[in-house]
């Protein structure tokens, strides 16, 4: 849960890098969430089928819109690319695939033009914690 909240905390932060942890983390609770809304929306009456969606699903989808972009592209900068590359998604299918092997690679080790390794500041902030 705490990795989902570190996202909504960066709400709109398109800068530096998101580790493999946070952005699929994230994924995750937002997939969980859309699940739980869904079964709310069908229960309350609000769930269209034809779209595939319900009032509080869309409104939740709304508001974590920007935090969903912003963590992609972070996490596109953690592997050293441009957070452009997220324009794939409007190739059907090839570029969801190819995004999802983006997400799925790990990230450069050492700092690249985008910030430091995530990894390392994790690991700082974990030693200060003890």
């Given at each position: 849960m705490n990795w989902y909240l570190t996202v909504l905390k960066k709400y709109a932060v398109f800068r530096g890098r998101a580790?493999?942890?946070e952005y699929w983390f994230f994924v995750l609770f937002n997939v969980l969430i859309a699940i739980a809304l869904a079964l709310v929306d069908t229960s309350m009456g609000t769930f269209d089928p034809e779209?595939?969606?319900g009032l509080l699903g869309a409104l939740y989808s709304l508001a974590v819109l920007i935090p969903s972009l912003a963590v992609a592209v972070r996490r596109l900068h953690d592997t050293d690319r441009s957070g452009w590359w997220l324009l794939l998604l409007l190739i059907p299918i090839v570029g969801v695939i190819v995004l999802l092997v983006f997400m799925a690679l790990s990230g450069?080790?050492?700092?690249?033009?985008?910030?430091g390794d995530p990894r390392q500041s994790d690991s700082a902030d974990q030693a200060q914690a003890f």
């Open positions: 580790r493999r942890r779209t595939g969606t450069q080790h050492g700092a690249n033009e985008y910030g």
